[in-house]
């Protein structure tokens, strides 16, 4: 017995498997478009054929990823927001559905660091934190699922977690732990909640990349190059990260390839986590 549509699926697996890479058609919901992850997978994605709403809290940052996204192929329309309510979780979901119908994915690539100690740290930081890496991708699933109802075979969630949602072995960094744990606790729960739905929930966890919550890492300074030493040792593949390493495995989530894949959180960090 197979599930409606999977009969294909299975087809292609054996006869034309780069036929489960394809995306194009399909439409992509995006926060954080303006930063390092959210500009480089609207990039990839607008490449392979996407229709994308970008929603960003930055208008100039925005309107330059959209000129890129469209240059590379996609179809784009934007919106000035950032996942702070159900209203604006509510209004990105909306303008996807009005520039483009129901979306197919949804990519929560919002999301913010706040390191202090914790005897330093305000309590307006670690909400801020918790709000933006936890409270935000759970109201954009929510208004995601009003959205898809009850069209939701195929249709996928992908949420950006860390390493440190597993590891506590940063200093500073227990808001941004506590929310990284939160963010693979809300993805195996919603990949429970709605695997009847057909609708997948994964999440990758990045090691460091760069981007402006990292740029003091790859600074050429003490305490970058100190920093950069302290994570090096633990990375077997030599190397700290660059957004376009998690291009592949994010259009794996985000395509039928994964059709069986949920609740997941996919480490991409050089190996980091295997030791
Ligand atoms: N860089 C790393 O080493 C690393 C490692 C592991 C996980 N991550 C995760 O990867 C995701 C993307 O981060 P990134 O590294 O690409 O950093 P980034 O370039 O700073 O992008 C994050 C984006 O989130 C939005 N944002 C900022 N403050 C926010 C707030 N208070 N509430 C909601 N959204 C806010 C901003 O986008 P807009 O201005 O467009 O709204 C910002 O550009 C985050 O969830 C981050 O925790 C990063």
Request: hydrophobic share 25%; aromatic share 0%; net charge neutral.
């Given at each position: 017995m197979t599930i409606e549509g999977t009969d294909e699926l299975l087809h292609d697996a054996l006869y034309n498997p780069l036929a489960l890479f394809h995306v194009s058609g399909k439409t992509a919901v995006i926060t954080g478009a303006s930063g390092a992850y959210g500009r480089t997978i609207a990039i990839a994605l607008a490449s392979l054929g996407c229709n994308l709403l970008l929603a960003s809290g930055s208008s100039d940052e925005l309107a330059k990823v959209a000129k890129e996204a469209s240059d590379a192929g996609g179809n784009v329309a934007v919106i000035?927001?950032?996942?702070?309510?159900i209203d604006d979780a509510s209004a990105i979901i909306g303008a996807a559905v009005a520039s483009f119908g129901t979306p197919d994915m949804l990519i929560v690539a919002s999301g913010l660091n706040l390191p202090a100690m914790i005897d330093d740290m305000v309590v307006e930081d670690w909400e801020a934190v918790m709000d933006a890496n936890v409270r935000g991708p759970w109201l954009m699933a929510k208004a995601f699922s009003a959205a898809v109802g009850d069209q939701g075979r195929g249709k996928k969630v992908l949420f950006v977690s860390s390493v440190r949602g597993r590891l506590?072995?940063?200093?500073?960094y227990t808001a941004y732990c506590s929310s990284k744990g939160g963010v693979d606790a809300l993805t195996r729960a919603l990949a429970i909640e709605w695997g009847s739905r057909g609708i997948t929930v994964n999440a990758i966890a990045p090691t460091v990349f760069r981007s402006s919550l990292t740029s003091w890492i790859f600074a050429d300074d003490d305490r970058g190059r100190a920093a950069r030493a302290r994570n090096l040792s633990r990375i077997p593949l030599g190397r700290l990260g660059e957004p376009e390493d998690l291009v592949g495995v994010s259009v794996y989530l985000l395509s039928p390839a994964s059709d069986f894949c949920t609740g997941q959180v996919h480490y991409i960090d050089g190996g980091y986590t295997a030791g």
């Open positions: 000035q927001a950032r996942p702070d309510t506590g072995n940063a200093v500073g």
